[in-house]
């Protein structure tokens, strides 16, 4: 099968610059990396891909052999059959290193590579975020081995230097008039080889397992907040330190409030009798419920604040209130008796319309004169 153009792996022009075609790997690479994307189908053979292309275009005399031959002008003899024998740790130090100020460092001779990053969505009802809840996640993710201790090699052995490369970590590949430095494609740049390889996790020093973390989520919170929980990601490689766990919080639609900032927002829809004579309804809040006096002559859309019956703020501001908007409901289904009693009643209205309904009455005169003016 013929390989793919290494510019349109990485989606950018053959005519791109280095700080171009490293965003665009960057981005790729967060994309696909197979410790974000556990499921995905063929998220290894597409990274190591991703690995290649890169590797190939970020060197100045490897890309100007592929530009002119193409991959005929690339050795491929060390390569294995998906085009890269890269592990996932140091192209993960590649992409994040400079970001989250991971990298590498000598330890026994080999790169010790922090490990990825992870993120998990919570869901939480309106009054969990209100004041705070502990909630159990389960995760799947790379460990350190714990019969190798991470090294990767079996138990009383020791990495050996590399025979291909001599311990330095790079070979130098002769094309043409070329000389290209590379990987050693064999020991990765470690410089070193596992000969004897753990038998629990085959020489990787890494293995998945699942694991329940209690997560204590504060008051206040709210949708699109992250909680960091420090190296509780992904295992790093060579014993390496740990990535982070981030948990992102969703919170479900609330049937009678609705959040904004750390004030909440409800209607109340009360009578018709109630918003004219006035009297007292019931008001739900989060921590109960609370009598609201409706004053006579109550309007629909009027809207009473309660101080300090909204929502605390995780990220500080004190405390939000609760602001309940009237809606005055039409009585619907009424009898013969009580449309009479309305007909009554509205007759009596409308003897004096512009004491009773001041604000009709005035509609009432601006639609007479703006027809008067039409018709002028």
């Known amino acids: 099968?013929?390989?793919?153009?290494?510019?349109?792996?990485?989606?950018?022009?053959?005519?791109?610059?280095?700080?171009?075609?490293?965003?665009?790997?960057?981005?790729?690479?967060?994309?696909?990396?197979?410790?974000?994307?556990?499921?995905?189908?063929?998220?290894?053979?597409?990274?190591?891909?991703?690995?290649?292309?890169?590797?190939?275009?970020?060197?100045?005399?490897?890309?100007?052999?592929?530009?002119?031959?193409?991959?005929?002008?690339?050795?491929?003899?060390?390569?294995?059959?998906?085009?890269?024998?890269?592990?996932?740790?140091?192209?993960?130090?590649?992409?994040?290193?400079d970001i989250f100020g991971g990298g590498s460092q000598t330890r026994d001779g080999r790169r010790v590579h922090r490990g990825a990053d992870l993120a998990y969505r919570v869901e939480l009802s309106l009054e969990e975020s209100a004041f705070g809840v502990e909630k159990e996640i389960k995760i799947r993710k790379n460990v350190t081995c714990p019969g190798c201790n991470g090294k990767g090699t079996h138990k009383g052995h020791a990495p050996q230097t590399c025979d291909h490369c001599g311990?330095?970590?790079?070979?130098?590949?002769?094309?043409?008039?070329?000389?290209?430095?590379?990987?050693?494609?064999?020991?990765?740049?470690?410089?070193?080889?596992?000969?004897?390889?753990?038998?629990?996790?085959?020489?990787?020093?890494?293995?998945?397992?699942?694991?329940?973390?209690?997560?204590?989520?504060?008051?206040?919170?709210?949708?699109?907040?992250?909680?960091?929980?420090?190296?509780?990601?992904?295992?790093?490689?060579?014993?390496?330190?740990?990535g982070d766990l981030y948990v992102q919080i969703s919170v479900k639609k609330h049937p009678i409030f609705q959040r904004e900032g750390h004030d909440l927002h409800c209607d109340m829809p009360?009578?018709?009798?109630?918003?004219?004579?006035?009297?007292?309804?019931?008001?739900?809040?989060?921590?109960?419920?609370?009598?609201?006096?409706?004053?006579p002559e109550t309007q629909t859309n009027r809207t009473f604040r309660l101080r300090g019956r909204g929502l605390t703020s995780a990220h500080g501001g004190g405390v939000g209130d609760l602001h309940c908007t009237i809606n005055v409901e039409i009585p619907i289904n009424l009898s013969s008796k009580q449309k009479e009693l309305l007909q009554e009643f509205e007759e009596s209205i409308q003897a004096k319309r512009d004491r009773h309904n001041p604000q009709n009455s005035s509609w009432v005169n601006k639609v007479k004169s703006f027809v008067d003016d039409l018709t002028g």
């Not at 100007?64 to 130090?93: K, L, P």
């Not at 204590?216 to 295992?235: F, H, N, S, T």
């Open 270 to 295: 009360i009578s018709f009798a109630t918003a004219t004579l006035g009297g007292e309804i019931t008001v739900p809040t989060l921590e109960g419920q609370l009598k609201l006096n409706i004053p």
């Open 1 to 97: 099968m013929s390989k793919r153009d290494y510019y349109e792996i990485l989606g950018v022009e053959r005519t791109c610059n280095s700080g171009e075609l490293k965003i665009a790997y960057k981005r790729m690479a967060m994309k696909l990396h197979p410790d974000r994307n556990p499921e995905a189908e063929n998220a290894e053979d597409k990274f190591k891909e991703i690995k290649e292309a890169y590797e190939i275009l970020k060197n100045p005399q490897k890309r100007q052999v592929y530009d002119q031959f193409g991959h005929a002008g690339i050795n491929t003899a060390h390569t294995s059959s998906s085009g890269f024998e890269g592990g996932f740790g140091d192209i993960f130090g590649d992409i994040f290193g």
């Open 167 to 242: 311990g330095a970590g790079q070979v130098r590949m002769q094309q043409g008039f070329f000389s290209v430095q590379q990987t050693c494609p064999v020991c990765r740049g470690e410089g070193t080889q596992i000969k004897n390889p753990c038998h629990n996790c085959h020489g990787k020093g890494l293995v998945k397992e699942k694991k329940t973390l209690s997560i204590k989520i504060p008051a206040g919170v709210d949708g699109g907040d992250r909680i960091r929980l420090q190296g509780e990601g992904a295992a790093g490689e060579n014993a390496g330190p740990a």
